[in-house]
């Protein structure tokens, strides 16, 4: 018996099982997959854009937030409140320096990154290493890897040149393609990489190639493939060969910047005495009444195994994730078969509009203690907190909001089923 099951082991069933076992609760995460930080930036976007049509990153996000709050109160942030949310950013900030990842920033000032096209987007934590600013350099080399073909410099670097331009700012901004020596037999991608320069020979071709085109102003933006778990020893050593400053950018999947910090917060949570059931679909649930007092897993064989906890998580992720399915009669959350409701009509809005796709804002309906709340607002189940990308009332796309709403609802929902509130 568990006090704590968290279903789902993206960024909101992690923080849900890291505020459980902060309460010293036995925990256990189980889900099907490794969840979408292995796809996603690795940053932390708490709130982009607001209103979602004004396309000019956030400045003053407190006051967008209490606008956001009133416009909108199924919102998650509005559900939770302000207090939780400097609360989770706190823990998360503490726990990802216990474990070995520092990030810096915070949710209420937005920094402005490259992305690997070469756009400036908001985001508001940033690993440690890539916390720099930006404007104080004027001299950027944007390099890419001739075995990867999933980054172009030099379109990186027109875009960044022209985006500085527009706010101002000349800078020198130049663009190179560097050759690693690796087999090009197959396209590489940045897991590859980053693989590939955790060797000391290959980083060293790196520097080599490197020497010629910087000096100490220069900051070098490359996509994310400076090592998966030995990062630390990749960076210093390119720094300290080269003395100039590096700033990776997230790439396309697989994310090495994602990578690095699922597996961090995991090794963590494994040495707080989390367990993990990794690989295993959770199939359905034990109900009496509204408290939930089983969950069925199916296992390798095909057996089906039934797991009990005091309280119980669902972040098992949205349509992406595969924590709701649309089916022809309508959405429907799996476990628990929880009926979803369709905000706005269907349509074939892209996802990335300013209006956006009504199925990104789809999901579980749930009050202020994350608890699934049927049509009159009256809770379904009473021990079960939902967090993360199933929850409705927000569009992760449009607000550039994923991560941050996944943080705050995981934290809040791991909080409460650890005090087994109720
Ligand atoms: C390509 C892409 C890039 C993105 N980039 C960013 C970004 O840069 N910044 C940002 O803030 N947000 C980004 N987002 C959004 C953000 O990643 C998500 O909103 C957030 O990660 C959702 O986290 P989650 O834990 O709720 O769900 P997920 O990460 O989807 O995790 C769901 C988990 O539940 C498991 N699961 C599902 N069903 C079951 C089941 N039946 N039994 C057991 N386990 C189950 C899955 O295997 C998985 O482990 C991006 C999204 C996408 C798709």
Known sequence: MYDVIVMGAGL??????????????????VA?????????SGYIDFLGYYPTD???????????LED???DN??????????????????????IMNRAGYSYSGSWKKNRIYPTAAGALAPTSLVPQRSCLDLASYQEILVVGFREMLDFYPFYAADNLREQFYQQGEKKLIRAAWLDLGLSKERELNSYDLAVALEDEAVRFRLAEQLRVKVSENTLVILPAVLGIRKWARVQGDLER??????LEIPTLPPSVTGMRLAESLMEYLEQRGVEFQLGYPVTGALQEGKKCTGIKIETASGRVQVKR??????????ILGGGLKVKPGGITEEIFQIKIEMLQEMSNQDFFAPQGQPLSRTGIRVNGLLQPVGAQGEPLLTNVFAAGKNLTGYDPFVEKSGN???????????????????
Do not use: I
């Not at 909101?12 to 995460?29: Q, R, T």
């Not at 109160?73 to 503490?94: I, N, R, S, T, W």
């Not at 060969?241 to 590096?246: I, K, N, R, S």
């Open 68 to 70: 956001m709050v009133n």
């Open 404 to 422: 941050g709403v996944a943080l705050v609802s995981g934290c809040a929902a791991g909080w409460l089923a650890g005090k087994g509130a109720l």
């Open 54 to 64: 004004c396309r000019q990153p956030l400045e003053n996000v407190v006051e967008a």
């Open 12 to 29: 909101a069933g992690l923080m849900a099982a890291a505020a459980a076992a902060e309460l010293n609760k036995k925990v256990l995460v």
């Open 73 to 94: 109160p199924q919102h998650p942030y509005a559900l939770l409140g302000k207090e939780k949310v400097d609360q989770a950013f706190d823990f998360f900030l503490k």
């Open 309 to 318: 906890a005091q309280s119980y998580v669902l972040a098992t992720g949205g």
């Open 241 to 246: 060969m080269l003395a100039c400053t590096f």
């Open 32 to 40: 099907k997959g490794r969840g979408n930080l292995y796809s996603a």
